[in-house]
C-alpha cells in the first residue's frame, strides 16, 4: 500500500517508492519461497544493478499489483524482473530489474559452490526461459 506522502510534487508516485515496492515484493518471495531468513541466513543477496521502465504514472490512492519473475539465474546471481500495475487498469504502470549476488555472510563474497540449493530452488520456480515459470503476483493494498 502506498500513501498521499508516497506522491511528489508533481502528484504521482515517487520513483524511490517504486524500488521500495519492487525490493519489497522480491524480499518477500524469498523469504517465503526460498528460505531466506535476512539477519541468519548463511548467505544473502547484495543489488549490484537495478534499473526501472516508466511507462504511465501511478498515484495514490490508486492501488499497486505487483507481479514477480526470473529472467536469468547463475551460479551466484539472479535478475529479477517485477511489473507494476494499477488495480482495476490495463497495461504495465513501470517494470523493475534487479540484479542480486549471492555472498557469504562471513565472507562477504560469493561461495565456489554458488547459492545454496533451496534457494535456488524457488527462484527456479519463477524462472521464465524453462517453461516452468510462473508469474508470481503480489496484492498491494
Do not use: W
Amino acid at each position: 500500500m502506498f500513501v498521499r506522502s508516497d506522491n511528489d510534487m508533481y502528484d504521482h508516485m515517487n520513483n524511490s517508492v517504486y524500488n521500495f515496492l519492487y525490493d519489497s515484493v522480491v524480499n518477500t518471495y524469498l523469504i517465503e519461497h526460498c528460505g531466506l531468513s535476512p539477519p541468519t541466513s548463511a548467505q544473502y543477496g547484495l543489488v549490484v544493478h537495478s534499473h526501472n521502465d516508466y511507462f504511465a504514472s501511478i498515484a495514490f490512492p490508486a492501488v499497486a499489483e505487483l507481479a514477480l519473475r526470473v529472467n536469468k539465474i547463475g551460479k551466484s546471481s539472479v535478475t529479477f524482473e517485477v511489473a507494476l500495475f494499477e488495480k482495476g487498469v490495463d497495461g504495465v504502470k513501470s517494470v523493475g530489474e534487479f540484479t542480486h549476488v549471492y555472498v557469504d555472510r562471513k565472507t562477504g563474497r560469493p561461495s565456489a559452490a554458488g547459492m545454496n540449493p533451496k534457494l535456488r530452488q524457488g527462484l527456479e520456480e519463477l524462472l521464465m526461459n524453462t517453461g516452468r515459470g510462473n508469474m508470481h503476483k503480489d496484492k498491494l493494498i
